[in-house]
């Protein structure tokens, strides 16, 4: 059962070693043909080649291709060409690069010096590049931006008149005064304009009875009729004349709630010659209590035609709002961004979060929150253009199919953004200069090789950057082609070392007929005798001769007559091919100078078998192929000059295994660097350690002991990898100390006897003492002789006295 199990596992290891090795091999294949576009590119031509990639290259060496190799596999990488023989000078691999063609300075100017011209300031630079592109390879460069001190200002103020803004319209008269006052601290150079909208002349949006078109509002209101959209006053310097034209405005009226703005903010937008915009900073202030209309609503009105984006004033009244649909907000967006046109929605607050989406929507706008009877309509405004003012965003015109751009900025405080966000810079005050690196990209051919000229520019600002993109679809050697060589049979053209068949020809030297390919003659030429397959299976037959198949990697190549060599199947060694010491030709290793084998992995060098005193393997054993084979068993390591078994080993490495098992002894100081020359392996106790007659190596065994008289026990050994070999017992053998509670119960309780015995003998002693002294007395007692006569002085302390009364009778 034991032996079905180990079966069962050894089968399951050999599969999994083989999926592992399938799924390596696989991988490493799809890595090596993603790695290499040029290899895949399988190009024909050198036009093909380069278009391929960047890394890519072209040999036109005409003794480049060995026989029976592709023409394709004159395209490689670089480095693998150079390695495969062909010379640098030799190579196609054309390189792209960029010339700058105007570079004016940003202008450099405070608030009240120089006067200049607004097409005199500059804000970005440079202002126009020439690109040329390879595929695959970027073009990088710089575009530095500036906000320019005291820049021109041109706004238009375009206000709904509907009814509902009536309040608002006394406090606008006085807007053109104000604003200029305010505005004055900002530019000295400031414009401003007024237009105005209500809504389409048309069924549903407004009441076309005859006494309605006249007057709108309900009741006793004399109110004007109602409009689309009309130009009032064209942007002007003087404030004053803004007063006297809007106050003479009258307020219209309409039917529904939102209103027409979106076909007065095209007009204003697209109508510049009319409305008056000049090259600067040009800003619409959009101003209403109410939501808008946009693309599709027109249908409410029969009105289906789209907007055509195009200006459409006659004497200043928008003329077309009956004909075509309101705008859509794309188209919004695209016409105001071609105009270089900052939008600031001034509106109530209850519309706030519809404005809001729509600011999400056009660049460089902005929303403020417009008081009930528009008091506050200047302070947005300032506010309004800081915000705008203070961030830079770059967009670019269309790319060419194939070409793609990126953006990094530079901005304030060493910020610095990618992707998305590295076209814009954020808190830009005026005189800050931020820098913007733009890399531009190339794929193939794009355009087919005709030039293209794109733009970016900042949003918001007229100035902009042009640039001419020019592509690298060919090569120089092309140019010089020979049409109908004889060296093609004159059915196609000598270019770059090779032939390019014309249509209906084939073959190396365009010798063939498409149509006479595939003919058994032809076959029979491509087979090295009867029994081999056409071209050994590796190739294909064309015209009689065998082109080789390439591999996905670009190190393997198939080569001969009939494609029966390749330079990837020799033997190998450490897992390279020929061991790194040779080359691979026709599946035989060549071996480099003083290596031989048939992997090329014998070194006839003796060198490394060298021991330290000069002798070849230390005298103790023969160099074979650079590796020394000891002789004397005892005797071990590359040299054959390490003994483990030899006296004095223990003694040698005693203080290195005690410095790294228990972190003592006299080098635990110095232990990771003079004691990391042993791989050391911890074990619980002796009888874990090798044992001599286990070990197919020499193992010599050791006891030693530490400071504090404690042992330890280990093994050296060098194994047969020459790596050297420590097993360790991980603990100390230390002989036991006193137990020093018995003894010192046993002194207490000694000097407690001894106590009681001393205080025993001297009370015995007493004792003794005492009867003798007693029997003493006993005895001088007993011989004593006294004395009986009275003391004369001796009177009896009793006195006798008699009762005269006493006669004795009881």
Request: glycine residues 8%; aromatic residues 8%; hydrophobic residues 30%.
């Amino acid at each position: 059962m034991l032996i079905f199990h180990g079966s069962v596992l050894f089968k399951m290891d050999l599969r999994l070693l083989l999926i592992s090795t399938l799924l390596g091999t696989f991988y490493n294949s799809y890595a090596q043909k993603e790695g290499n576009e040029c290899i895949i590119a399988s190009a024909k031509h050198c036009g093909e080649c380069i278009q391929a990639g960047a890394k890519c290259g072209w040999c036109k060496d005409p003794a480049f291709l060995k026989q029976g190799e592709a023409v394709s596999t004159r395209c490689d990488e670089l480095q693998s060409l150079v390695k495969r023989g062909c010379n640098v000078d030799m190579i196609e691999s054309p390189k792209g690069e960029r010339k700058i063609l105007r570079n004016k300075p940003v202008t450099n100017r405070k608030k009240g010096g120089e006067k200049l011209q607004p097409h005199e300031i500059t804000q970005i630079q440079p202002q126009k590049l020439n690109l040329t592109l390879r595929s695959g390879e970027p073009q990088t460069f710089d575009l530095k931006f500036k906000r320019a001190e005291d820049y021109p200002i041109d706004l238009y103020y375009l206000m709904d008149l509907s009814y509902s803004m009536k309040d608002d319209l006394e406090n606008v008269k006085n807007l053109g005064t104000s604003l200029m006052q305010k505005m004055s601290k900002i530019t000295s150079d400031f414009q401003i304009g007024f237009g105005s909208f209500v809504e389409k002349t048309v069924m549903p949006y407004i009441s076309t009875t005859p006494a309605k078109l006249l007057n709108p509002c309900t009741g006793d209101q004399n109110c004007t009729s109602p409009f689309s959209y009309r130009n009032v006053l064209n942007l002007t310097s003087d404030g004053k004349q803004f007063n006297t034209l809007v106050g003479q405005q009258q307020i219209s009226g309409n039917l529904d709630s939102p209103e027409g703005g979106f076909d007065a903010i095209m007009q204003v937008a697209v109508c510049g010659n009319l409305i008056g915009w000049r090259d600067v900073t040009r800003l619409l202030v959009f101003s209403t209590d109410a939501g808008f209309h946009f693309a599709g609503d027109g249908k409410l009105g029969g009105i289906v035609l789209p907007n055509d984006g195009k200006c459409h004033l006659e004497d200043n009244v928008y003329t077309m709002s009956h004909y075509y649909d309101y705008p859509s907000i794309a188209h919004l967006v695209q016409k105001l961004s071609d105009n270089n046109i900052q939008t600031i929605f001034a509106v109530t607050e209850e519309f706030q979060p519809v404005y809001q989406e729509l600011k999400n929507l056009i660049p460089k706008s902005a929303v403020g929150t417009l008081s009930a009877n528009s008091s506050n309509v200047i302070n947005l405004i300032i506010d309004a253009y800081n915000s705008l003012s203070s961030e830079v965003i770059l967009e670019n015109s269309k790319l060419p199919s194939g070409v793609t751009i990126t953006y990094t900025s530079r901005c304030k405080n060493g910020v610095v953004n990618g992707g998305e966000n590295g076209r814009k810079c954020s808190n830009i005050s005026i005189g800050d200069e931020v820098t913007f690196s733009i890399s531009v990209t190339s794929k193939g051919c794009p355009n087919e090789g005709m030039s293209d000229t794109i733009k970016i520019k900042p949003l918001g600002f007229t100035e902009e950057l042009e640039i001419t993109l020019n592509f690298i679809c060919g090569c120089d050697c092309q140019k010089v082609g020979i049409n109908k060589s004889p060296l093609c049979h004159s059915n196609g053209t000598y270019e770059c070392g090779d032939c390019r068949c014309e249509d209906g020809h084939v073959g190396r030297e365009c010798e063939c007929s498409s149509n006479d390919v595939a003919t058994e003659d032809m076959d029979r030429t491509c087979r090295k005798d009867n029994t081999t397959d056409i071209c050994s299976n590796s190739g294909d037959c064309v015209c009689g001769t065998c082109e080789c198949k390439n591999r996905d990697n670009p190190e393997e190549r198939y080569s001969g007559q009939f494609c029966e060599c390749d330079n990837f199947s020799c033997d190998r060694s450490g897992n390279k091919l020929c061991g790194g010491h040779g080359r691979c030709e026709c599946r035989v290793c060549v071996c480099d100078l003083m290596w031989a084998g048939s992997a090329c992995d014998c070194s006839l060098d003796n060198t490394t078998c060298m021991a330290s005193n000069k002798q070849i393997c230390n005298g103790r054993g023969t160099c074979d192929c650079g590796i020394c084979k000891c002789t004397d068993p005892k005797f071990q390591g590359p040299t054959c000059e390490i003994c483990p078994t030899c006296p004095g080993v223990c003694t040698e490495h005693k203080e290195c295994v005690q410095c790294r098992t228990f972190g003592t002894g006299e080098k635990k100081d110095t232990c990771e660097k003079d004691c990391s020359y042993f791989t050391l392996i911890k074990v619980k106790d002796r009888d874990k350690l090798p044992q001599p007659n286990d070990a197919a190596y020499p193992v010599m065994h050791c006891k030693e002991r530490d400071a504090n008289d404690c042992w330890f026990y280990y093994t050296y050994a060098v194994n047969n990898n020459t790596v050297k070999e420590v097993h360790v017992v991980d603990s100390l053998d230390c002989p036991a100390g006193p137990d020093i509670i018995p003894i010192v119960a046993g002194v207490v309780a000694g000097i407690v006897l001894i106590g009681l015995a001393l205080l025993l003998i001297w009370k015995l002693l007493m004792i003794i003492h005492d009867r003798r002294e007693f029997a003493k007395f006993e005895k001088e007692k007993m011989n004593a002789k006294w004395d009986t006569g009275e003391n004369p002085i001796y009177k009896s302390a009793v006195t006798t006295v008699v009762n005269p009364k006493y006669e004795g009778k009881c």
